[in-house]
């Protein structure tokens, strides 16, 4: 069958029956599966029993509400080895079930113990709401040893809109810079922009916030979401993140920008983009020292406690140290400019730069003093700002 349409009354010689799967298939088109509220699970307190209170959930279109406290039993625990078991909330499609129940789903006892695995397939599905670690040799269960699912989407998450939709929502919902506030959806929208697939449209949006970089990525490792609240009356406010999905486990914000839309002038188009700084990246080095990234650009480099011994070194009527360098965590933008201040510990003791900063990562400087005194110690503190990128 290539067309597929329902729901419709029968007429006499045309009769119109449906399955529950077909009302099923239906409501999965607004709602993705997880709980609706409660279903917390929790020890009843000396035994092997948890209470799973009262709640709602939905599974491929299926409803399933507990309306009061619900006691599970755990098999006893095994005398050498751990296991964990789910409580899980399964739908069983199967024509002799047909149910949806709160169950245990118990594990496996072992040296190296692991969640058992959820069922998934065209005729059971079922939801984790808790882990329940059975320690070895124990008969009773307490609250440390239940850890709350409810909220881990891959196994379980609260009810929202589906995936196919959010999916739709990152594509074909795409919007220009120049798309007026009045097109969007009325109050908020979002989408997503994938820097690799939608090359094009992302280099747009990034030219008219002014971006002429990608961060020191390619541009296909760039991503940007999108988030507007926005009236009919041509009013708006629209923030774009900009960041890195290319490496999942070094997640970073490269940028974020905002600006509005308001009838308050004849020009009723976007206003100007403002960057909303943000703490990038923090580097630091084992000598104490550390450097902060801002998403502008700026760069803010500290260093403290240093202790220099000895302002010996005459020239004419000063005192001075031999020359120091500090090497910055994080080197600057070669050639950009990099403002230091430097002060000192002690009477009569000054510091000062004593080269440029070229190479974006050496600071040389000396301390001064109007008196010798090799022997007394002088702590430092060196601020330096400029850009990274």
Same mark, same amino acid.
């Given at each position: 069958?290539?067309?597929?349409?329902?729901?419709?009354?029968?007429?006499?010689? %045309?009769?119109?029956?449906?399955?529950?799967?077909d009302?099923?298939?239906?409501?999965?088109?607004?709602?993705?599966n997880?709980?609706?509220m409660?279903?917390?699970?929790?020890?009843?307190? !000396?035994?092997?029993? +948890?209470?799973?209170?009262? !709640?709602?959930?939905?599974?491929?279109?299926?409803?399933?509400?507990?309306?009061?406290?619900?006691?599970?039993?755990?098999?006893?625990a095994?005398?050498?080895?751990?296991?964990?078991?789910?409580?899980?909330?399964r739908?069983?499609? &199967?024509?002799?079930?047909?149910?949806?129940?709160?169950?245990?789903l118990?594990?496996t006892?072992?040296? %190296? +113990?692991?969640?058992?695995?959820?069922?998934?397939?065209?005729? =059971?599905?079922e939801?984790?709401?808790?882990?329940?670690?059975?320690?070895?040799?124990?008969?009773?269960?307490?609250?440390?040893?239940?850890?709350?699912?409810?909220?881990?989407?891959?196994?379980c998450?609260? +009810?929202?809109?589906?995936? $196919?939709?959010?999916?739709?929502?990152?594509?074909?919902?795409? $919007?220009?810079?120049?798309?007026?506030?009045?097109? *969007?959806?009325?109050?908020?929208?979002?989408? *997503?922009?994938?820097?690799?697939?939608?090359?094009?449209?992302?280099?747009?949006?990034?030219?008219s916030?002014?971006?002429?970089?990608?961060?020191?990525?390619?541009?296909?490792?760039?991503?940007?979401?999108? /988030?507007? *609240?926005?009236?009919?009356?041509?009013?708006? =406010?629209?923030?774009? @993140?900009?960041?890195?999905?290319?490496?999942?486990?070094?997640?970073q914000? *490269?940028?974020?920008?905002?600006?509005?839309?308001?009838?308050?002038?004849?020009?009723?188009?976007?206003?100007?983009?403002?960057?909303?700084?943000? /703490?990038?990246?923090?580097?630091?080095?084992?000598?104490?020292?550390?450097?902060?990234?801002?998403t502008?650009?700026?760069?803010?480099?500290?260093? #403290?406690?240093?202790?220099?011994?000895?302002?010996?070194?005459?020239?004419?009527?000063?005192? &001075?140290?031999?020359?120091?360098?500090?090497?910055?965590?994080?080197?600057?933008l070669?050639?950009?400019?990099?403002?230091?201040? =430097?002060?000192?510990?002690?009477?009569?003791?000054?510091?000062?730069?004593?080269?440029?900063? #070229?190479?974006?990562?050496?600071?040389?400087?000396?301390?001064?003093?109007?008196?010798?005194?090799? #022997?007394?110690? @002088?702590?430092?503190?060196? $601020?330096a700002? !400029?850009?990274?990128?």
């Amino acid at each position: 069958m290539v067309e597929v349409y329902r729901f419709f009354n029968s007429t006499e010689g %045309d009769e119109r029956l449906y399955e529950a799967d077909d009302f099923g298939q239906f409501f999965q088109n607004f709602l993705s599966n997880g709980f609706f509220m409660g279903l917390g699970v929790s020890p009843e307190g !000396g035994n092997m029993d +948890v209470i799973v209170s009262e !709640g709602s959930a939905f599974i491929e279109g299926y409803d399933y509400a507990n309306t009061d406290d619900l006691t599970l039993t755990h098999d006893s625990a095994d005398a050498q080895y751990d296991r964990i078991d789910r409580i899980v909330i399964r739908l069983d499609r &199967r024509q002799e079930e047909r149910t949806i129940h709160a169950a245990i789903l118990k594990g496996t006892a072992e040296g %190296d +113990v692991e969640a058992p695995e959820l069922t998934r397939d065209d005729y =059971i599905w079922e939801l984790s709401i808790a882990q329940v670690l059975i320690e070895a040799g124990k008969s009773f269960i307490e609250d440390s040893q239940i850890t709350d699912e409810r909220g881990d989407r891959d196994v379980c998450g609260r +009810v929202e809109r589906p995936a $196919k939709i959010n999916d739709q929502v990152h594509s074909v919902d795409i $919007k220009r810079p120049t798309t007026r506030a009045y097109q *969007y959806h009325h109050e908020a929208s979002a989408f *997503y922009i994938h820097g690799d697939n939608q090359s094009e449209i992302f280099q747009e949006w990034l030219d008219s916030i002014g971006i002429d970089h990608y961060y020191g990525r390619d541009l296909s490792d760039l991503r940007m979401y999108v /988030e507007t *609240y926005a009236s009919q009356t041509d009013t708006g =406010i629209q923030t774009v @993140t900009i960041f890195d999905w290319a490496h999942q486990q070094n997640y970073q914000i *490269y940028g974020k920008f905002n600006r509005a839309s308001n009838r308050l002038g004849a020009d009723l188009t976007w206003g100007s983009w403002h960057e909303e700084v943000l /703490e990038a990246e923090r580097v630091e080095s084992s000598a104490g020292s550390y450097c902060i990234r801002y998403t502008n650009g700026q760069q803010v480099c500290y260093h #403290s406690g240093r202790s220099i011994t000895g302002v010996s070194n005459s020239v004419g009527a000063l005192y &001075r140290t031999q020359a120091q360098n500090w090497v910055v965590p994080s080197p600057f933008l070669e050639g950009s400019g990099v403002y230091v201040s =430097i002060t000192t510990t002690g009477n009569n003791r000054w510091a000062a730069v004593t080269g440029g900063t #070229s190479d974006g990562e050496t600071i040389p400087y000396r301390v001064f003093s109007a008196e010798s005194d090799p #022997s007394v110690n @002088t702590d430092i503190r060196i $601020k330096a700002e !400029g850009r990274w990128r």
